[in-house]
C-alpha cells in the first residue's frame, strides 16, 4: 500500500480478509475476536500506521462530553450567572459547553438543536422560559431544564426540572415585610403575552398576605412589560404623583428595586424607616447602589451542582428516580440597608 495514503478501516479489512466491523471491534478491544485475527488486524494496523478516528469513534459510541446550554434571555442576569455556573461546573468535571442564545425564537431553537446533534453533544440544558418548545418532547439528547421551568401544563413525557422556587421567592419577602411591620404591601413586577416573566413570585406575595389578613395594595404596584430601568422608573414617578407610596415593597428583581429606590428617594421618602424595600435575585446592582438591596437569593450552586448530577446519572445509562427528576431548591432572604 503506498505510503502517501490514508489508512481506513476498509484498507484493513480486505487486506486481512475480514470485515470492517471485525476490524473496529479489534481496535476497540473487544475479546470475542479470535487471537489469530486480532493479531493479524493489529500488524497491519501497526504496519501502517493507521490511527483511528477519534471523531468518528466518539460519534458512534455517543461518548462526546461536549454539553449544549440554551439560553433565552442571555442579557438577563440571572440566565447569564446561571450559564455562567453550569459552564464552570462542567469544565470541573471534564465537560466542555456551547453556550446557544436561542431568543424567544423557536426557529432559532430549533436551528441549535440540529446544530448539537450534528456536534454529537451529549446533553443539553436549558435556561429558559419558553413555554412553547418544540424540541423537548422529541429529543434524542438528554434535556435538562435547569432555574426555570417554562410556563406550561405539565407534559405526559418526562422531563428532567432543577428548578429555584419562584413562588417561594414571593411567599418568603411578603412574609419578611409583614414581619417587619408593614401592612400595606405592594409590588414592582415584569408581566409579558409570551410568557417570559414567571408570575410565580407574585403568587407567592399573595398568598402570603392572605394567609396573613392582608389586601394586596393593587393600586399602589407597578407592572411593566419592559425590562428596562428608565421606562420602570418612569412607571414607578408617575405612580407616586398620583397616590401615596406603600410602606413595604416587593420587587421581582433587583433592577426593579433599584428604580423603586432612586424614584422613592427623589419623591423624598425615607428608606427603610418609612417604606421597606426586598428585591429578587441577589443581582450585582443590589449592592452598588446608594442604599444595597434587602433581595431574595437562588442556590444556584446547589442548582447547577444537581443538574449535573442529573445528566452524569443520564449518561452511565441509569434512569433518574421521580425525586431526581423534579428538584425544587428553596430560596435565601438577605437582609440590607432597604429593609
Known amino acids: ?19 470492517p466491523a ?26 501502517w500506521g493507521y490511527v483511528p478516528n477519534a471523531s468518528a469513534k466518539t460519534l458512534r459510541m455517543r461518548t462526546s462530553r461536549l454539553v449544549g446550554l440554551f439560553v433565552n434571555m442571555l442579557d438577563y442576569e440571572m440566565s447569564s450567572t446561571v450559564a455562567s455556573r453550569l459552564h464552570d461546573r462542567l ?13 424567544m425564537n ?8 440540529q ?10 440544558f436549558l435556561i429558559v422560559n419558553r413555554s412553547d418548545s418544540e424540541v423537548d418532547r422529541k429529543s434524542t439528547i438528554p434535556m435538562i ?27 418568603q419577602a411578603g412574609c419578611e415585610l409583614q414581619r ?6 405592594a409590588e414592582v413586577r415584569l408581566t ?14 399573595m398568598q402570603s398576605l392572605y394567609d396573613h389578613g392582608l389586601f394586596y395594595a393593587e393600586s399602589l404596584s407597578v407592572i411593566s412589560e419592559q425590562n428596562d430601568f428608565a421606562v420602570v422608573l418612569e412607571k414607578i414617578n408617575q405612580k407616586l404623583e398620583e397616590n401615596p407610596a406603600a410602606d413595604g415593597y416587593f420587587c421581582s428583581s433587583d433592577l426593579l428595586a433599584l428604580a423603586l429606590v432612586e424614584a422613592l428617594e427623589q419623591h423624598h421618602y425615607r428608606i427603610p424607616e418609612e417604606i421597606k424595600i426586598i428585591g429578587c435575585n441577589n443581582m450585582s446592582v443590589s449592592l452598588h447602589c446608594s442604599k444595597p438591596i434587602s433581595t431574595i437569593s437562588h442556590r444556584t450552586d446547589d442548582i447547577c451542582r444537581a443538574a449535573i448530577s442529573v445528566m452524569e446519572r443520564i449518561l452511565s445509562g441509569a434512569e433518574p428516580e421521580p425525586e431526581e427528576r423534579r428538584q425544587i431548591f428553596q430560596t435565601d432572604f438577605i437582609s440590607r440597608a432597604t429593609t
Open 145 to 171: 431544564y435547569v432555574y426555570k421551568y417554562p410556563l406550561q401544563p405539565e407534559t405526559d413525557y418526562p422531563v428532567c426540572r432543577i428548578e429555584t422556587d419562584d413562588y417561594g421567592a414571593g411567599y
Open 192 to 205: 409579558s403575552s409570551d410568557n417570559r416573566f414567571s408570575p410565580g413570585r407574585h403568587l407567592g406575595l
Open 1 to 19: 500500500m503506498s505510503v502517501n495514503k490514508k489508512v481506513t478501516i476498509k484498507d484493513i479489512a480486505e487486506y486481512c480478509h475480514v470485515s
Open 106 to 113: 423557536a426557529e432559532k431553537e430549533k436551528y441549535y438543536y
Open 180 to 185: 417587619l411591620g408593614c401592612r400595606n404591601i
Open 91 to 103: 469544565a470541573e468535571k471534564g465537560f466542555a459547553s456551547i453556550i446557544c442564545n436561542i431568543g
Open 22 to 47: 471485525t476490524v473496529s471491534r479489534v481496535m476497540n478491544g473487544n475479546s470475542h475476536i479470535s487471537e489469530k485475527t486480532q493479531k493479524r488486524v493489529l500488524d497491519a494496523a501497526a504496519a
Open 115 to 124: 446544530m448539537m446533534l450534528s456536534l454529537n453533544v451529549c446533553a443539553i
